[in-house]
């Protein structure tokens, strides 16, 4: 079965830091371009980090570039997505994602299509 098991979120202050893990199971994971999203209330999904397959090239979306860190682990089939700074906007439900479509461009890096597998995400919620 495929899974992408999110974990890490959780209530934290403007400012501070958390870092979500998404581990991966079903599938060839090192060969599978990871996107994390995330969907606030009311809010529709939106592309947060990319992080390729093949050399781990990554892309941001404007709003946390700067702020988060997507990182892969292959060896242990997790990808992280380090968060700091966080604002109160950044409060949302945070998923992983994986696709094996390769086409080469940031504009298609955060597009949800891409995406094949998706995790059940996890709830990241920042006060002020």
């Known amino acids: 079965e495929v899974q992408l098991q999110a974990s890490g979120g959780g209530l934290v202050q403007a400012g501070e830091s958390l870092r979500l893990a998404c581990a991966a199971s079903?599938?060839?994971?090192?060969?599978?371009?990871i996107g994390w999203f995330r969907q606030a209330p009311g809010e529709e999904r939106e592309g947060v980090a990319y992080?390729?397959?093949?050399?781990?090239?990554?892309y941001y979306k404007e709003s946390v570039e700067g702020r988060f860190t997507i990182s892969r682990d292959n060896a242990k089939n997790t990808v992280y997505l380090q968060m700091t700074d966080l604002k109160p906007e950044d409060t949302a439900a945070y998923y992983c994602?994986?696709?094996?479509?390769?086409?080469?461009?940031?504009?298609?890096?955060?597009?949800?299509?891409?995406?094949?597998?998706w995790g059940q995400g996890t709830l990241v919620t920042v006060s002020s």
């Open positions: 994602a994986a696709g094996k479509q390769g086409l080469v461009g940031s504009y298609y890096y955060l597009l949800l299509y891409m995406y094949e597998y």
């Open positions: 992080i390729s397959s093949t050399d781990s090239r990554t």
């Open positions: 079903g599938f060839e994971f090192d060969a599978y371009n």
